[in-house]
């Protein structure tokens, strides 16, 4: 198993309406920084998003933002990250990510930050990766999701042999560890991720 060395973060481009989110945000990015994870996300200075890459920058952390370019005013592009990749739509931008990425992190967020999630949720699923993907379920934010997904493996439509890999860390503190307890495989031949609640 090889060190996680790059972190893609998923999470809002807004704060929500819990200071919890925030706070959240800012831990996470200094922890990834202080423990020499390099973070890749969306490239914009807004919400969670801007707040988990300022929060690597300040603690000496290299940030990789990419963002199409119809998202640079709306999202205000961080100017002060080390790497800025502007690409034309969005199916562009989460390939870089995930190529650049060794593991992925879901703060709180919207209905993107979910897209971004479940995409990579399935193609873990069907053996196109074996990259951690955690969930930060700040004050349980998560814990609706992660019961839809009982719902779905009750009636059959999550299988054995198809489950879901991700693990879950219930603040942003315990996300650091799991990451570096878990490597990732690169060539993709990584032992299943067993679902794990910390």
Same mark, same amino acid.
């Given at each position: 198993?090889?060190?996680?060395?790059?972190?893609?973060?998923?999470?809002?481009?807004?704060?929500?309406?819990?200071?919890?989110?925030?706070?959240?945000?800012?831990?996470?990015?200094?922890?990834?920084?202080?423990?020499?994870?390099?973070?890749?996300?969306?490239?914009?200075?807004?919400?969670?998003?801007?707040?988990?890459?300022?929060?690597?920058?300040?603690?000496?952390?290299?940030?990789?933002?990419?963002?199409?370019?119809?998202?640079?005013?709306?999202?205000?592009? /961080?100017? =002060?990250? @080390?790497?800025?990749? +502007? $690409? #034309?739509?969005?199916?562009?931008?989460?390939?870089?990510?995930?190529? %650049?990425?060794?593991?992925?992190?879901?703060?709180?967020?919207?209905?993107?930050?979910?897209?971004?999630?479940?995409?990579?949720?399935?193609?873990?699923?069907?053996?196109?990766?074996?990259?951690?993907?955690?969930?930060?379920?700040?004050?349980?934010?998560?814990?609706?999701?992660?019961?839809?997904?009982?719902?779905?493996?009750?009636?059959?439509?999550?299988?054995?042999?198809?489950?879901?890999?991700? /693990?879950? =860390?219930? @603040?942003?503190?315990? +996300? $650091? #560890?799991?990451?570096?307890?878990?490597?990732?495989?690169?060539?993709? %031949?990584?032992?299943?991720?067993?679902?794990?609640?910390?």
């Amino acid at each position: 198993m090889a060190l996680v060395r790059t972190v893609c973060v998923y999470c809002g481009s807004g704060f929500g309406k819990n200071p919890a989110f925030k706070e959240a945000a800012q831990m996470l990015g200094t922890a990834l920084a202080q423990a020499g994870m390099s973070l890749v996300y969306g490239g914009g200075d807004v919400g969670l998003m801007g707040t988990v890459a300022r929060a690597v920058l300040e603690s000496g952390g290299h940030v990789t933002g990419i963002i199409p370019d119809f998202l640079q005013a709306r999202e205000n592009m /961080l100017d =002060a990250v @080390d790497e800025t990749i +502007v $690409v #034309p739509d969005m199916h562009t931008r989460k390939r870089l990510m995930f190529e %650049r990425s060794d593991a992925f992190v879901t703060l709180p967020g919207g209905i993107g930050t979910l897209e971004e999630l479940v995409e990579q949720l399935t193609w873990a699923q069907l053996g196109r990766h074996r990259k951690p993907v955690v969930l930060v379920s700040v004050d349980d934010f998560w814990a609706p999701l992660l019961g839809l997904f009982d719902h779905m493996r009750d009636h059959g439509f999550i299988r054995d042999g198809l489950d879901l890999s991700y /693990l879950v =860390a219930k @603040d942003a503190a315990a +996300v $650091v #560890p799991l990451l570096q307890a878990a490597g990732h495989e690169p060539d993709g %031949r990584a032992e299943e991720l067993v679902v794990t609640k910390m």
